[in-house]
């Protein structure tokens, strides 16, 4: 009642549409989503990277077997293309936290098929230069991390990591400048939030994985013993 008496007086339209929309809260209407291209099986079973074509066993990918990453396992909810692509660019440059709610229920449903038995005890998230965070006034990752922590019981949310210098927008970059431009970019800001915890870290977009392997690299050497990674978008 209380949805429907605020959506006759703060009508809500739909991010990605811009359709009115009632009935149930939120900024993204079921037509929009049905647009989304979802990631599901055959997938890498470590980077979780869709494959193409019948793959009637499990599979690691060439990426994978020639440099195995410092995760476990990496998996994403849905292409970075059309509806969501346009969605996350909203939320992470044009202010658009109000998003936030939408895209954790997203994360959310990933997590409970994927990740919901693997005994995860922290979630954390990647972190922004604080001159970049100031500039921006909020870290689109940490947004996603803390809705994540707060649905899901057990999960406490810590921030693990420090970004230690600036770097350029990985957008427009190769896969080999995008590991040269994070390479040693994050340190752990306490030892006691890793040692021997299993960690779940969220981005919003994993493309190459440069940025979420180099963080679960300086987590594993500060002692964690699980990395698991979660992104809505995948590049």
Known sequence: MLHALMDIVFPRFCAGCGHEIGGVSGYLCWDCQTRFEWIHPPFCEICGDPLEGDVPMPVVCAGCRQGLPAFERARSVARFRGVLRELLHDFKYRGATWLSGDLVGLLRTCYEIYFARAGFDTVTYVPLYPARERER????????????????????????????????????????????????????????????????????????????????????????????????GRG
């Not at 350029?168 to 040269?180: D, H, I, K, V």
């Not at 915890?197 to 981005?203: E, G, M, S």
């Open 137 to 232: 006034s909020y870290n689109q990752a940490l947004l996603l991390a803390q809705g994540l922590a707060g649905t899901c019981p057990g999960l406490a949310l810590r921030a693990c990591l420090r970004r230690i210098r600036p770097t350029r927008s990985q957008t427009n970059l190769t896969a080999a400048e995008r590991l040269a431009n994070v390479k040693d970019m994050f340190a752990i800001r306490s030892s006691r939030d890793t040692q021997g915890k299993r960690i779940l870290l969220i981005d919003d977009v994993m493309t190459t994985g440069a940025t979420v392997n180099e963080c679960a690299l300086t987590l594993k050497e500060a002692g964690a013993s699980l990395i698991g990674v979660l992104t809505v």
